[in-house]
């Protein structure tokens, strides 16, 4: 649970009056002294958002349109029960408060037939009510960090009785095991399951019944292999298993039936070889960083050119931070003509990787954290370059040329100690003065 503030008022009250847009907020903050409540009085309240305390006055506001409601380090649930009578409410929010019984949450939930958003996050041993069935407009449910005990298994074994039911978020929640109701949601588009470290040999392979599912997430489970079932969620185009054991044979095989699939994490996963992507002609996004590949060249193994070998040309962002390319970048990377992001930070780079230079689409470039001396003048071939990131290469001495990059209006060059051109003191300064600088010094 996040620390509660260290302010001295007793709560803190925002609402959002009919008519108004979002942005615009009533807050009132106290010491002890009382509000004057008559300012929402007499106004319709659609929004409200309470820290610390409930205060009992609140409900002599004209509540009877309120949508939306947000309770934020909640310390007594003394009042919880005049929450019941907001019978429009359709959002819940419940954070880092305390919850000791299922009935302080069973009162929010007494009247919430038009429930469509329930979110419990950061409420440690949060206990949940056997009322949450009966939220048959629920759609979105978020138990974020809400370690869940054992005592919430029956609870949560009637999940598939919310018919409704699209983005569920069980991250970093405790779970021993994904309850078998999950696998019973036939409308859910969502399912987050990161950080639950128990899962690991637990995960049921029941996946196919998912026939809607959208977005996964398994990241930091500790799994070593993937459910075969998840190779036939056909609809599926965002895939996270970052920070997992993968790098067995096979450990992958049922992604490369995910023919829908755009994004898909797959760093840290102590990889040294690609599952097959020939059928993944969808995908866009992809994540490789902190893996074993490399093209460091040994006496026994010269496959410095096989590295990444199979990434589908539809890729536009690729993210391969944290390998060893001591022996330059693979050769594949320079024929991903699409690429719009490239991130290749910490990777070992003694040379600026020249062979970039033929993508005529990158937006997007990370070299921080490498060892290459100089960045040369044919940089300027990347004419649509917007962000340039040489952060922490603290080998660099010497920027040759940078005028004609005409769209970039992000450079980052911290901690770049060893630079002489341009001098730190006009780098210090930002990028219209280092542009100008070039445009000054340099000859075309």
Avoid at 208 to 214: F, P
Avoid at 242 to 262: F, G, I, M, Q, R
Avoid at 327 to 344: D, H, Q, R, W
């Amino acid at each position: 649970m996040r620390d509660r503030e260290k302010d001295t008022y007793e709560y803190r009250i925002r609402w959002r009056r009919a008519g108004m847009s979002e942005e615009q907020y009533l807050e009132f903050k106290t010491d002890g002294s009382p509000i004057d409540y008559k300012k929402g009085q007499g106004q319709l309240i659609i929004y409200m958002e309470i820290e610390k305390n409930i205060p009992p006055e609140v409900f002599d506001m004209n509540l009877s349109e309120l949508k939306q409601l947000k309770l934020m380090f909640i310390e007594s649930s003394h009042h919880l029960q005049h929450v019941s009578k907001l019978t429009s409410l359709t959002k819940l929010h419940l954070e880092s408060s305390e919850f000791k019984s299922d009935e302080s949450l069973g009162h929010l939930l007494m009247a919430a037939d038009s429930l469509t958003d329930l979110h419990v996050t950061d409420c440690e041993n949060a206990r949940l009510p056997k009322s949450l069935r009966h939220l048959q407009q629920l759609v979105n449910l978020n138990l974020y960090s809400s370690h869940l005990s054992s005592e919430n298994e029956e609870t949560l074994s009637v999940l598939h009785e919310l018919e409704n039911l699209g983005e569920l978020i069980l991250c970093e929640c405790k779970l021993p095991l994904v309850p078998e109701s999950v696998m019973q949601l036939p409308k859910l588009t969502k399912l987050i399951l990161t950080q639950n470290k128990l899962l690991g040999q637990t995960i049921p392979d029941k996946f196919d019944r998912l026939v809607s599912l959208r977005e996964l997430s398994l990241g930091t489970c500790y799994l070593s292999e993937i459910p075969i079932s998840l190779g036939q969620l056909k609809h599926l185009e965002s895939l996270d298993l970052s920070a997992n054991h993968l790098s067995a044979t096979d450990a992958l095989k049922p992604v490369e039936s995910l023919t829908s699939l755009t994004c898909l994490s797959l760093s840290q996963c102590s990889l040294d070889a690609l599952p097959k992507m020939e059928g993944l002609r969808s995908l866009q996004k992809l994540e490789l960083a902190h893996n074993n590949f490399s093209t460091a060249v040994t006496q026994e193994d010269d496959t410095s050119g096989d590295a990444l070998k199979g990434i589908p040309k539809s890729v536009s962002e690729l993210d391969i931070s944290g390998n060893n390319f001591s022996g330059g970048l693979p050769e594949i990377v320079a024929n991903l003509t699409g690429l719009i992001s490239l991130k290749i930070s910490a990777s070992s780079l003694s040379q600026f990787p020249e062979s970039i230079l033929t993508l005529s689409d990158l937006k997007v470039l990370d070299l921080s954290r490498n060892a290459f001396p100089e960045v040369p003048a044919s940089i300027e071939q990347l004419k649509k370059l917007e962000s340039l990131n040489m952060a922490h290469c603290l080998k660099l001495v010497s920027i040759i040329n940078l005028s004609r990059l005409k769209f970039l209006n992000t450079l980052s060059i911290e901690n770049c100690r060893s630079l002489s051109s341009p001098p730190l003191e006009v780098c210090r300064r930002g990028l219209k003065v280092i542009q100008q600088f070039f445009s000054e010094n340099v000859r075309h």
